[in-house]
């Protein structure tokens, strides 16, 4: 059944099987217990004969929803992997229903527009003039890294041994040679070291810093790279970190990011928004994605003023992603949304300090952004990963794992505004009982 600009009425009714559905199904705990065999499918998805609309989201809603993790629940705490805003999941709806796509303005007229709008105001809130919507951190890097190949021909990788894996893989996409890695401390690039590395090089260099590291959340010294690297395209990974920008309280953390060639946000991290909400801003007005498809952005067409959106991805057909984040930002105003990061570094703030009081557990830092990273004291890399294990196949909690100082660590990233550090005292206890 086709819904369309008139078609409101059926996807009414069939968003409110799914969401009874969601109700009757809702978990218990954090993940379903058991592993991966007690979520196994056995489901024909391709049967030669339908069983109608409502029937099959019911059903595959249930099944969904009663195998998935929660991220609403606060022992659900090991990635950067956060629940959406409701207003955010309604706005993807309205824009999954229209199915505007960004590839040309005759396919998005207004999505279009509210994207050049609301990238021109994410611009200037990194100090920069240009910004694309793009699918996320990975996607950004890679996009980054093409931008600086293109300014300098020949360029050199170099980031932090804690940088995103996707640095090295779009350094390999884009036939750059392998990322020479920079020494840190406490998570964070030596600058020191980095000055060495650079005075060796026979190339210009792109240097990535990182601004909330996936392990530790670790944020590099941005301006202190700039001053160490003055003539090298400077990309700032913010995926994790960039959403500090909100808050007059903790966007100095990102002193020197307005002094970047380019930087990465993910607002489906910090930003609270359905998968995927990405980010790359630009300090130089950004052509080098420049293509013509003649039945896309025909020349005739862009001289008698119709936008050219093509070169504003790799992507040709893209969704809207753009609407939900505009929706949000526009209820929530820049200091709501910095209310709620704030909101989420403070209690990871108070969480360590439960940590570090606990005589049965060892705290790695003090988190720089909603990060906790944390041990038993005295157990082995082998059970504290045993640990997780334990925790993940019984359904009791989703706890990430960081491999930091060649240890093996359990981590919390702490993405809920509404938590509180008294709910994690519990499994701070568990943890520290296991063995």
């Known amino acids: 059944m086709l819904a369309g600009v008139g078609g409101a009425r059926p996807v009414r009714e069939l968003v409110a099987v799914a969401l009874d559905a969601m109700a009757d199904a809702a978990p218990a705990g954090p993940v379903p217990p058991g592993g ?3 979520v196994a499918v056995d489901v024909d998805l391709l049967p030669e004969v339908g069983i109608g609309a409502a029937p099959a989201l019911d059903e595959l809603t249930r099944l969904l929803v009663a195998g998935s993790v929660d991220p609403t629940h606060p022992w659900c705490a ?5 629940p959406p805003l409701a207003v955010a999941a309604a706005a993807d709806l309205v824009a999954s229903i229209l199915n505007p796509s960004m590839d040309s303005w005759d396919q998005a007229p207004v999505a279009s527009e509210l994207e050049r709008v609301l990238t021109t105001a994410l611009a200037r809130l990194a100090g920069h003039t240009d910004a694309l919507i793009t699918s996320g951190g990975t996607e950004s890097n890679l996009l980054a890294l093409l931008l600086a ?8 990788p170099v980031c932090g041994r804690t940088a995103h894996h996707s640095i090295a893989r779009a350094a390999w996409l884009l036939g750059l040679p392998a990322p020479l890695l920079i020494d840190c401390d406490r998570g964070r690039l030596r600058v020191d070291h980095l000055e060495q590395i650079l005075a060796g090089l026979d190339r210009p260099a792109v240097v990535v810093a990182t601004a909330g590291t996936t392990d530790t959340g670790a944020i590099d010294p941005i301006a202190a790279i700039r001053a160490a690297a003055p003539d090298a395209w400077l990309h700032v990974d913010a ?4 959403a500090t920008l909100f808050s ?3 966007a100095p953390l ?4 307005a002094e970047a060639d380019s930087v990465s946000m993910d607002l489906h991290k910090f930003g609270w928004q359905p998968i995927a909400a990405g980010v790359l801003a630009t300090r130089r007005p950004l052509s080098a994605l420049d293509v013509r498809a003649d039945y896309l952005n025909a020349a005739d067409d862009t001289e008698a003023g119709l936008p050219d959106l093509l070169g504003r991805s790799l992507r040709t057909s893209r969704r809207p992603d753009v609407f939900k984040v505009a929706v949000t930002l526009r209820a929530l105003g820049r200091q709501g949304v910095g209310a709620l990061v704030e909101r989420c570094c403070a209690v990871a703030g108070e969480i360590a300090d439960l940590v570090d009081a606990h005589p049965g557990l060892t705290l790695w830092a003090r988190p720089e952004l909603s990060t906790v990273v944390f041990r038993p004291v005295g157990a082995t890399d082998a059970q504290v990963a045993g640990i997780r294990r334990n925790l993940l196949e019984d359904g009791t909690a989703v706890l990430g794992r960081a491999t930091v100082d060649g240890q093996v660590w359990l981590k919390l ?12 005292t519990g499994l701070l206890d568990l943890v520290a009982s296991r063995d």
């Open 36 to 38: 991966p065999s007690a």
């Open 413 to 424: 990233t702490l993405l809920r505004p509404s938590a509180t550090a008294d709910e994690y």
């Open 248 to 250: 007059d309280h903790l």
């Open 149 to 156: 190949r293109e300014a300098h021909a020949t360029v050199q």
């Open 254 to 257: 990102l002193d020197g990011v």
């Open 239 to 242: 995926a994790y970190g960039g």
């Open 78 to 82: 090991a990635h950067l992997h956060g």
